[in-house]
């Protein structure tokens, strides 16, 4: 079964960084894309970052491109999210997700929460 | 960027109805179409990929269709674990790939 399972969100000041992990089982994790996906409080799902299994290609969404960097440790299973001189716009809940063959996102995490506040 | 427009924002709707969404996207995106359901507190679902394909596991009273700019998610005998909201995405290309603004499918 596929799991992944987010951590590292909370509570932090404007200015700050945050580090967001996730942990993945149940596929074989070094061949998939691996994304972070965002839904800030009252809208829609904004997709955030883009990793590939090699981690030969990253992409970043505008709103973001910067301040945060996707990185993955094919070892542990694991895909992160380094992000850096957070905003009030940075609240959000964030879902990392699989991606398959860059078609489709087919299996994401419950996500964690980060809330940017003074 | 690719935009994409979904409407209705929101409706309301009775177990046993049919209800449809759909999708505009500002330029051809093919089939490069997904349709998500998601509840607070959970996580997204992945409903259809490729405009038209259904994810295994997902009931087949979900149907996806539309090609090019125009797309539509169709949820024949609306269950009561169907409300949430719907999100469409492009995957056309390279990123950055677009969400809808999602449709809340709420009980009348």
């Known amino acids: 079964e596929v799991q992944l399972v987010e951590s590292g969100g909370g509570l932090i000041q404007p200015g700050g960084s945050l580090r967001l992990s996730c942990l993945a089982s149940g596929f074989t994790f070094s061949s998939h894309a691996m994304i972070w996906v965002r839904q800030t409080p009252g809208k829609g799902l904004e997709w955030v970052s883009y990793?590939?299994?090699?981690?030969?290609?990253?992409y970043y969404a505008d709103s973001v491109k910067g301040r945060f960097t996707i990185s993955r440790d094919n070892g542990e299973n694991s895909v992160f999210l380094q992000m850096n001189n957070l905003r009030d716009e940075d609240t959000a809940i964030y879902y990392c997700?699989?991606?398959?063959?860059?078609?489709?996102?087919?299996?994401w995490g419950q996500g964690a929460l980060v809330t940017v506040s003074s | 960027d690719i935009q994409m427009t979904q409407s209705p924002s929101s409706l309301s709707a009775s177990v046993g109805d049919r209800v449809t969404i759909t999708c505009r996207a500002s330029?051809?995106?093919?089939?490069?179409l997904n349709w998500y359901q998601h509840k607070p507190g959970k996580a997204p679902k992945l409903l259809i990929y490729?405009?038209?394909s259904l994810q295994s596991g997902v009931p087949s009273r979900f149907s996806g269709s539309g090609s090019g700019t125009d797309f539509t998610l169709a949820i024949t005998n609306l269950q009561p674990e169907d409300f949430a909201t719907y999100y469409c995405q492009q995957s056309y290309n390279t990123p950055p790939w677009t969400f809808g603004q999602g449709t809340k499918v709420e009980i009348k």
């Open positions: 997700a699989r991606d398959d063959l860059g078609i489709k996102f087919d299996f």
């Open positions: 490729a405009a038209t």
């Open positions: 330029q051809r995106i093919d089939r490069y």
């Open positions: 990793i590939s299994g090699s981690s030969s290609s990253r």
